[in-house]
């Protein structure tokens, strides 16, 4: 696509469900990013994909937490037993993936998730 | 802990005048930065990126400026227009090539 899509935009769900937040990167970008942004905060890195490397998991902040990037492309970020400190902007972030260089991220517009 | 992080909150200026927008990071290791943009209800959006052998960089109407010595990063904004209002990030790259760390934002706010 022409750029990062991200669904839903929006999600209210109640404290103890679970959610799915779903990402779809740039065509051939291979690098896939999840952050986190509390209201009025900066981004909180969550999980990196890169290629068919282990993903880097470190900055996941509980074992509820857990994403997954099926076939390279689409990836899915899952909450389990939500709890309303759980409500922000997910935002997911896609680059071309070649290490050689630096390289800027390409943002989607992300997930509101509010917990009651 | 090491950290990256903005010295002003919000910023309000008038149409026309120049911006500045400063941002520390405590990293000396840290070799490549970048400056988002972000508005409201939007996902963050590059705005000029840093490596660290420069001090200098251009675009249009931006000018990123970085001082390793003291671990500082600034962001000009010339002619500040309305639809520069957002929120600007500087992200640091460090511990690998495509991990980056953000600060925690300053709102600019332009009046007319």
């Known amino acids: 696509g022409a750029g990062v899509s991200q669904s839903p935009s929006n999600k209210v769900t109640e404290k103890g469900k679970d959610v799915e937040l779903r990402c779809d990167p740039i065509?051939?970008?291979?690098?896939l990013y999840w952050y986190r942004q509390s209201l009025g905060q900066g981004l909180e890195f969550l999980i990196y994909?890169?290629?068919?490397?282990?993903?880097?998991k470190s900055g996941l902040p509980s074992d509820r937490f857990s994403a997954e990037r099926t076939g390279g492309s689409v990836s899915t970020l899952t909450i389990q037993r939500t709890q309303q400190e759980d409500s922000a902007v997910y935002l997911c972030?896609?680059?071309?993936?070649?290490?050689?260089?630096?390289?800027?991220?390409?943002f989607g517009s992300g997930t509101q998730l509010s917990v009651l | 802990g090491e950290s990256v992080g903005l010295h002003l909150p919000t910023l309000s200026v008038q149409e026309g005048d120049n911006s500045i927008i400063n941002c520390a990071y405590s990293?000396?290791?840290?070799?490549?930065f970048i400056w988002y943009k972000q508005e409201s209800g939007k996902g963050p959006q590059f705005i000029i990126d840093?490596?660290?052998?420069?001090d200098k960089r251009q675009g249009q109407r931006v000018t990123v400026l970085l001082n390793k010595t003291v671990k500082h990063l600034s962001l000009q904004i010339a002619a500040t227009q309305p639809g520069d209002s957002a929120v600007y990030f500087c992200?640091?790259?460090?511990?690998?090539?495509?991990?980056?760390?953000f600060g925690s934002g300053t709102k600019l706010n332009v009046k007319p």
């Open positions: 972030a896609s680059s071309s993936g070649q290490q050689s260089t630096n390289e800027k991220l390409f």
């Open positions: 065509s051939g970008h291979t690098a």
């Open positions: 994909f890169q290629g068919n490397s282990a993903p880097d």
């Open positions: 990293n000396s290791a840290s070799d490549y």
């Open positions: 840093i490596r660290s052998n420069m």
């Open positions: 992200a640091e790259n460090r511990d690998n090539f495509n991990k980056f760390y």
